[in-house]
């Protein structure tokens, strides 16, 4: 019986006579569609990787990191003075091969923002902000301990030793500082706005009995107003406060985390806080009260 081809496929041929492949061939016009497909199929592929790759790039090999924060001096820089935080930052950033840019804007805004991804994440929050924000990673490593502080007019005789002394007093926070927000629901009054110079206008002009505030942000702007004051000691609250990014850099969390605890092995951090903030060169301050979780 005389064999004939039968084409499967491109350019593939079985012997018709017995079912068994008698051998390949590829005919020229063959030739051209199968390097036709396989050109098509690179493209898909290059494609694809291109894409990866590009999606891979944004979401973690940025040059500059944008963190907003509502801080002012002495931790982030004001009025041609450097802040600790930028010095800080500037050069745990530069040991992972990047750069930081610190935005300033109100306390919430900063926290929506990092949140949809409008800026990269927030500079300084106390733990938990994940919770009420679930677009943000929390750098496990804290950059400082805050030391909440009740602040009254000089003279005052009000004495504020826990929280439970403000209970019956009239006091001011800062907008949308949530870890105040908290452990303030009891006291007989409450004022918030939106700067710390405004808070120490509320206990200059007498509108509240006390204000609440960081220790090293109080003592400053309190000396810059001209505003005599009384620190009541100890501390409210030492909180542990950390960098919080948004989640498609999670990639750089743990790398973030390792650079800051570099600078507090090498003498780095404690250089730092010792020459912008005139602070003891440790890293957890005087031990302060509780607080609501």
């Known amino acids: 019986m005389d064999s004939h081809f039968v084409t ?22 063959g030739l051209s569609s ?3 497909a396989l050109r098509s199929s690179a493209k898909v592929v290059l494609c694809c990787l291109f894409i990866s790759f590009g999606a891979g790039l944004q979401a973690s090999a940025v040059d500059t990191l944008h963190l907003a924060t509502a801080l002012g001096y002495p931790y982030v820089s004001d009025e041609g003075k450097e802040g600790f935080l930028n010095l800080l930052m500037a050069d745990v950033f530069a040991r992972i091969g990047l750069q930081i840019e610190i935005i300033k804007m109100p306390g919430e805004r900063s926290l929506i923002n990092a949140n949809k991804g409008i800026d990269d994440g927030d500079l300084l929050r106390a733990p938990g902000m994940e919770r009420l924000f679930p677009n943000l990673i929390m750098v496990p490593e804290s950059t400082m301990h805050y030391e909440y502080m009740a602040y009254t007019n000089l ?70 107003l001209g505003i005599p004051v009384k620190l009541q000691e100890p501390p409210l609250l030492v909180s542990p406060t950390h960098i919080y990014l948004n989640k498609r850099h999670r990639k750089l969390v743990p790398l973030i985390s390792q650079a ?19 602070a003891p060169s440790k890293l957890t301050p005087t031990k302060g009260g509780s607080m609501k979780q």
């Not at 800051?260 to 903030?277: E, F, M």
């Open 34 to 36: 199968l390097f036709k």
């Open 8 to 29: 499967r496929g491109v350019g593939e041929h079985i012997c018709a006579g017995n079912g068994r492949p008698y051998h390949k061939m590829i005919s020229v016009s």
């Open 155 to 224: 003279g005052s005789g009000i004495v504020v030793k826990d929280w439970n002394d403000l209970k019956h007093l009239q006091v001011g926070i800062i907008n949308n500082w949530k870890i105040l927000e908290r452990n303030t629901t009891d006291v007989q009054s409450r004022i918030g706005v939106r700067t710390i110079e405004l808070l120490f206008g509320l206990l200059k002009n007498k509108r509240t009995d006390a204000v609440i505030i960081d220790r090293f942000e109080g003592a400053f702007v309190s000396r810059k």
């Open 260 to 278: 800051l605890i570099a600078t507090k092995q090498d003498g780095t951090y404690n250089r730092l806080l010792a020459q912008v903030l005139k």
